[in-house]
């Protein structure tokens, strides 16, 4: 079946440091890929997205690329800020028997310091 | 426009009881979704339904029932609460089985002692 895995956390910056979250997938098929960012007390809400190989999506200053030959699809930002302290999830969609539904990982905590 | 909304929020449960949680969406999407969220575990999904009227089982649906009666809104129910089943729950929801973005509601934070 369809799997995620991201970095273990969690992850401590300060503002303006470089971010990397490492995610790697294993799916059937060709799925869609996606970061969801949960901040403190909400839900979850779409960061960025990527549906097929080689596509980078981007927003907020964050951006991931999905590379098919690694099968991987690793968040980064250049410069954080105390207001992206949040979780982040990675997640997958489609492919095989799994289609229509999000395959998510464990999700990273981010804390951001001043 | 409210989006996907959750009650309650918070509740506390002794083992053995019942309970019903609401999910209620606006948007007038086909398909919903129940998760429950753990620490390291990320999200696994409870349920979820297609449209009106049809519920199926996700990854984890042991120990919980799901109805669908309107379009809007989506139960989830525990029987009998298990101290294993102390959780946040989260309710999405999405256009249908085309679309991959899911909308979350805020979440209810359940506890069983």
């Known amino acids: 079946g369809n799997s995620v895995t991201q970095m273990e956390g969690p992850v401590t910056l300060s503002e303006e440091a470089f971010l990397t979250i490492n995610c790697t997938y294993t799916a059937t098929g060709y799925p869609s890929l996606f970061w969801y960012v949960q901040y403190p007390g909400e839900g979850l809400q779409l960061l960025l997205k990527?549906?097929?190989?080689?596509d980078k999506g981007s927003n907020k200053g964050f951006e991931a690329t999905y590379r098919k030959e690694t099968t991987s699809f690793h968040l980064e930002k250049g410069s954080v800020q105390v207001s992206d302290s949040a979780v982040y999830f990675c997640?997958?969609?489609?492919?095989?028997?799994?289609?229509?539904?999000?395959?998510f990982g464990q999700g990273t905590i981010l804390t951001v310091h001043p | 426009n409210a989006g996907v909304t959750q009650t309650p929020k918070f509740r506390v449960l002794k083992t053995g009881q019942s309970m019903t949680l609401l999910c209620a969406q606006d948007m007038n999407h086909e398909y919903m979704y129940w998760y429950r969220q753990d620490p390291g575990m990320g999200l696994r999904l409870i349920h979820y339904s297609v449209g009106e009227g049809t519920t199926a089982k996700g990854e984890v649906p042991d120990g919980y029932n799901v109805s669908r009666l309107k379009k809007q809104n989506f139960l989830l129910g525990l029987e009998s609460a298990a101290p294993s089943q102390t959780s946040v729950y989260f309710c999405a929801s999405s256009y249908g089985k085309h679309s991959y973005e899911q909308y979350f509601g805020p979440g209810t934070r359940l506890t069983v002692t």
């Open positions: 997640a997958l969609w489609g492919g095989g028997t799994s289609y229509g539904k999000l395959t």
């Open positions: 990527a549906t097929k190989a080689d």
